[in-house]
Structure formats: structure tokens, C-alpha cells
């Protein structure tokens, strides 16, 4: 469903991303783990093309596309099947919950309002925030505020979402609530990409863990096998450091 091929990222001559191949079936949960400044959100960012990689493919369902050559069209197309949750939820300040998750369908995909805001409300109910569908984000706690995140990122209904350490930025009374919201948007027909510290949650709810470390996939496996018996060094150094 989502494959990455000899992926490539530079920033300047430092070389972020090298040669990643990445392969992801349509409803898998993977959790990207590593050290900070391995490349993790970097991978996340290309996959979207928040961020253009220098070489390599990226297909997403039926589209594939040498990100070398990509046109303003495939780039668009691409990035409307991804949906993306940031560490620091990045809403719209000036726009209630509601109105952020329904910008996207409104603009976007330029549905009637009325629609929209079923779809929002609905998916506002989803994540347990019905109530606050006309609070701004600074009326919100931060795991609020990431919880309207991930619902907008639903919004669109994309093949995949992409989760970037969605509660680190959270005081610690909060990462359960947003946690929670997580496990329950699991479907298993939309794909989903978190990268995480929280090695416990990683390890329950995903069908597969990938450690990152320089730029390159290490290892990647099923979490009992990576967790009990990482095979790499580096995984084995990395795990011990949360122990
Ligand atoms: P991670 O998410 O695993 O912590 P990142 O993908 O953020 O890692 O970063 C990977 C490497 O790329 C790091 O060395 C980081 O300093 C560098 N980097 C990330 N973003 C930029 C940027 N916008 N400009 C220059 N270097 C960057
Ligand atoms: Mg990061």
C-alpha cells in the first residue's frame, strides 16, 4: 500500500535520509522508533512531501512516483491521501475545534458546510470533545488540542496518517487521554506511521516496529522480536537506555 524505495534526503551536504526502502501493508500499525536526530520525522515529512526528497520512489495505493520528476499533480494527490499529527498539534489559533477539522473538506475538497460539519462533529464525538466544537485552541488543554488534531487529520478519511511524537510536548497527566484516541482510530484499513517514545504503547498496539538510527532502517520486526531479541547492537544499546 505504501512503499518507499532508495529514498533520499539531504539538507545541505548532510545527509539525512539514506537509501530508506520502507514497505507498509494497507492497515498496518508501525511505530517508528530511535534516537532523536535519526531521521525519524524526516521520513514522516517526505512521505507527505512536507519535506522533497532528492531521489528515490514513493507509491501510496495506486500512484507511484519518482519524487525526483514529481509534478505540482502527483504532489497534490500524494499528500491527499496522508493525513499528519505534529508534537505540537499546529491548529489554526484563530479557528475553533470544529472549523479546524472542517477546513480541509470545506477548502479542500470543497464540500458544502453543512456536510463538513456533520463529518467534524461526528469525528469531534469520536475523540470525546463534542462539547468543544466551538472552543479555540487556547481554551483547549494541550491533549485536547491533539486530540482535535488527529480528528482533523481523519477528516479527509486519508490511506494513511502519520503520527510525529504526538505526546511529547504533553505534560504527563495528558499522554493517556491522547494515547487512548490513538488505539481507537485504529481500523486496520487506514495505515498507520507513529513515531513514539512511548516504548509500552508502541509495543502493545503496533503490528511492527521500525528502529531508525543515522538516516537508515536498522531494524524492523514484529515488537515481541524486537523488543525481547533485538538483533542489532545499536537496538539493543537504545532499548537499554529506556530501561
Ligand atoms: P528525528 O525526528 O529522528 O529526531 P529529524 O528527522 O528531525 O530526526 O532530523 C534528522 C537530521 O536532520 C538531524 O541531524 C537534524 O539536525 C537534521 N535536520 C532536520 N530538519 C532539518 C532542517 N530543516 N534543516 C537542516 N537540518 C535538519
Ligand atoms: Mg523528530
Redesign the pocket.
Known sequence: MLTISKLNKF??K?H?LKDVDLSVAQGEVVAII?P????????LRCINLLEKPESGTLTIDDLTVDVAKISTKQENALRQQTGMVFQHYNLFKNKTALQNITEGLIIGKKMPKAEADAIGLNLLEKVGLREKADSYPAMLSGGQQQRVAIARSLAVKPKVILLDEPTSALDPELVQEVLQVIRSIIDHQTTILL?THEMSFARDIADRIIF?ADGAIVEDGEPEQIFTRPQHQRTQRFLLSYQ
Open positions: 539538507y545541505d548532510t539525512v530511535g532523536s536526530g535519526s531521521g525519524k520525522s524526516t521520513l513515531v531508525m
